[in-house]
């Protein structure tokens, strides 16, 4: 299967935009391909503001986001490889997503790895409450 990350990264954002909130991107700046402005990187890290009024020509594929930005008055390409997205989350309120770590086939919604494959799946059961 695809990675899920494109997808509950498109997801947040039109939800953080719904709800008039700014969609603040966490990157791995050392993962191959980010193009960011290093002088604001701390610790490997840097916080990009993906709002409509921060960003120009704001993209988010299945492959990377990208925009144009101003960074010190100085316009910038800014391009992250899906992988380097760390999490997406609102600057007023902190909610959103951390995105968990996906290594090829290993994709976090899908059943757990770790189980035996000779184990036959759990059936699912359902109680009647009255």
Do not use: C
């Amino acid at each position: 299967m695809t990675p899920s990350r494109p997808y509950l990264l498109r997801g947040i954002y039109d939800w953080l935009i719904h709800n008039e909130q700014t969609p603040y991107l966490l990157v791995d700046v050392e993962a191959e391909g980010v193009i960011v402005p290093l002088e604001h990187v701390q610790d490997g890290k840097i916080i990009l503001n993906i709002s409509l009024t921060a960003t120009r020509d704001l993209e988010l594929t299945n492959d990377g986001v990208s925009f144009n930005a101003r960074f010190g008055g100085k316009p910038m390409v800014v391009n992250v490889p899906i992988m380097a997205t760390l999490a997406l989350y609102s600057k007023e309120n902190g909610r959103g997503m951390m995105f968990p770590e996906e290594t090829g086939d290993n994709d976090p919604l899908s059943p757990d790895p770790t189980r035996g494959k000779d184990e036959p799946p759990k059936k699912p059961h359902l109680t009647l409450v009255k």
